[in-house]
């Protein structure tokens, strides 16, 4: 089966700029999750899908960040305005449903100047 | 507080040598428990996971891990190691009513000929 799909691979942006991040999950995976890397320390979990709903994004910051998932399918993710300490690694992940069955994308490595 | 700890930021060994790698963890309910491998610019790959039954689980590549409860700890083990598996590991932790993943903050694994 094709994996989680993640674009762009790279990205560098001045600080106060805006990006958005996409990512198409595995075939038939209900939950979807975006996860951020700062270089240094473990994936953090940002936000949470159950199809095209939220779960859980506690820990997203919601005056720059934003999320969605139209359709219960593919998501984006968007950073405005894009801050110097944004700078990491975002992953997606998806799942059939429940903690075991985590599949991770490759991650799109965001640099801000 | 739910947290885990890889007290060892970076370890070098010999190819061939025996490697242990270091997890404990905090969690305040019946922990779910894995380890993954995260290889340059690419995403993370499930090495092996713990939910119940045995204490000592078998993954992928050759590698185990342990569960000792009385010690909260999981680490992972393998008896010899190969130049592919220099890499940086994660030990994660979850439980049963959540999806969320809590990370290490990872051990980067350098292997010599």
């Known amino acids: 089966e094709a994996g989680v799909a993640q674009s762009p691979r790279y990205k560098i942006i001045e600080k106060r700029q805006s990006v958005a991040f996409w990512c198409n999950p595995i075939s038939g995976h209900a939950t979807l999750y975006w996860y951020q890397q700062i270089l240094g320390q473990g994936p953090k979990l940002l936000i949470q899908?159950?199809?095209?709903?939220?779960?859980?994004d506690s820990q997203l910051p919601k005056d720059r960040f934003s999320a969605e998932r139209l359709k219960g399918v593919d998501s984006t993710l968007k950073i405005q305005p894009a801050k110097l300490e944004d700078s990491a690694v975002y992953l997606c992940?998806?799942?059939?449903?429940?903690?075991?069955?985590?599949?991770f994308g490759s991650g799109t490595r965001l640099t801000v100047v | 507080a739910q947290s885990v700890t890889q007290p060892d930021i970076h370890i070098t060994v010999s190819e061939g040598a025996s490697l242990e790698l270091r997890c404990n963890y905090s969690y305040g309910a019946t922990p779910y428990l894995f380890w993954y491998v995260q290889s340059p610019g690419q995403g993370l790959q499930l090495l092996l996971k713990y939910f119940s039954g045995d204490t000592l689980v078998q993954g992928i590549k050759g590698f185990e891990a342990e569960f000792k409860r009385s010690q909260s700890s999981f680490n992972l083990r393998k008896p010899s190691v190969h130049w592919s598996d220099a890499a940086e590991y994660f030990c994660?932790?979850?439980?049963?009513?959540?999806?969320?993943?809590?990370f290490g903050t990872g051990t980067r694994l350098q292997v010599f000929p």
């Open positions: 992940a998806s799942s059939l449903g429940g903690i075991s069955g985590y599949t």
């Open positions: 899908f159950q199809n095209n709903g939220v779960v859980d």
């Open positions: 994660a932790v979850g439980g049963k009513n959540t999806d969320k993943l809590i």
